[in-house]
């Protein structure tokens, strides 16, 4: 109970701080990023239950990114890496905080749709799924693991020669599938979905970008 009431403390200092930081940038990404601009009011709040863990995912995120406030201070001036890692954590509280919503009858703004004229492309079926099933008609594949059997050794550094032989002919024919939906489909962009803690994710975003010029969006972002 201490622990929890020391953690409400602590996110609470944060957001005042955030706050003040914020009227010292009214024309900045990161102020538009924490002002509610929505039209609805916490007396239209419905009976529910408190999402504990999306409570404390989205206190947890506000106190990582209370680190920039020492860090940065006096200014508080961010580069474009540090504003990206600031704004991240940012938008990640706040995706745990309309979920927490949602809980009392609140509707958050949806993420945007992804643009069906593009091809993703995703390290898992899992996640092929989740996506199908919110867009049918979306342009994906999944890769089922890595695209260059090299990769794999940074991932199992003791993989047996044997199970490289197989991986490095899968491979193969993955990458000729997604040859051969870019031919067919003539995507606008390739994208790869990744998710920023796999390390799998970032190899096959790299070898994508090498081989098909990919760009990348992080799964993070995206409402699933």
């Known amino acids: ?6 953690l ?8 005042s701080e955030l706050n003040k930081l914020g009227s010292k940038l009214e024309s900045n990404p990161i102020h538009d990023a924490l002002e509610h601009k929505s039209p609805l009011n916490y007396k239209e709040a419905e009976p529910g239950k408190i999402n504990v863990e999306e409570f404390k995912n989205a206190i947890y995120a506000l106190i990582e ?6 860090k940065k201070a006096p200014m508080h001036n961010l580069n474009k890496q540090e504003a990206e890692e600031f704004c991240k954590l940012i938008f990640k509280s706040k995706k745990h905080l309309d979920n927490l919503l949602k809980e009392f009858g609140f ?12 091809l993703y492309i995703v390290s898992n079926k899992k996640l092929l799924k989740n996506l199908k099933n919110k867009m049918p008609n979306i342009n994906i594949i999944s890769t089922e693991g890595v695209l260059n ?3 794999m ?44 803690d796999n390390k799998g994710d970032k190899l096959v975003y790299e070898r994508a970008k090498e ?12 409402d699933l």
């Open 65 to 70: 990114a209370d680190d920039f406030l020492y």
């Open 107 to 118: 509707k958050s703004q949806e993420s945007p749709l992804l643009d069906e004229k593009a």
């Open 153 to 196: 050794k940074i991932i199992r550094p003791n993989i047996p020669g044997k199970t490289l032989k197989g991986i490095s002919k899968k491979c193969e024919i993955t990458i000729k599938e997604i040859n051969k939906l870019i031919d067919k489909l003539k995507p606008s962009e390739i994208i790869v979905i990744v998710d920023d």
């Open 8 to 15: 409400i403390k602590k996110a609470i200092f944060t957001i």
């Open 211 to 222: 081989l098909f010029n990919a760009k990348k969006i992080s799964v993070e972002d995206m």
């Open 1 to 6: 109970m201490e622990d929890s009431k020391n």
């Open 149 to 151: 059997p090299e990769d």
